[in-house]
Nanobody, 127 residues
Framework: DVQLQASGGGLVQPGGSLRLSCAAS????????ISWFRQAPGKEREGVSC????????YYVDNVKGRFTISRDNAGNTVYLQMNNLKPEDTAVYYC????????????????????WGKGTLVTVSS
């Protein structure tokens, strides 16, 4: 069975940090680009970041650039999202998703393009 398990969410004060993990199983992990999405209450799900199958390319939405860093460990079938200098507007449920991108070294976090989705992990940024 395909599984994507996001973890690492929690409550953090503004300016704090969290590291999210996305553990994958049931498919050939290093053939897939992995994306992180988030959905705040009452808002559309938005793409936050993605990393290519090889890890050689990454994308960040403008409002997280310089604060979030995505990385992947293909040996461990895990993608990480390091989130620093968190702001209240980062509060959301964060989801990871996988898209077949074998050999492309490219990614784009489009909701409709994902092949697999994981359950989310809640990040709350509040004092």
């Amino acid at each position: 069975d395909v599984q994507l398990q996001a973890s690492g969410g929690g409550l953090v004060q503004p300016g704090g940090s969290l590291r999210l993990s996305c553990a994958a199983s049931g498919f050939t992990f290093d053939d897939y680009a992995i994306s992180w999405f988030r959905q705040a209450p009452g808002k559309e799900r938005e793409g936050v970041s993605c990393i290519s199958d090889t890890g050689g390319a990454a994308y960040y939405v403008d409002n997280v650039k310089g604060r979030f860093t995505i990385s992947r460990d293909n040996a461990g079938n895990t993608v990480y999202l390091q989130m620093n200098n968190l702001k209240p507007e980062d509060t959301a449920v964060y989801y990871c998703a996988a898209e077949d991108a074998k050999g492309t070294n490219w990614c784009w976090p489009a909701k409709d393009g994902m092949d697999y989705w994981g359950k989310g992990t809640l990040v709350t940024v509040s004092s």
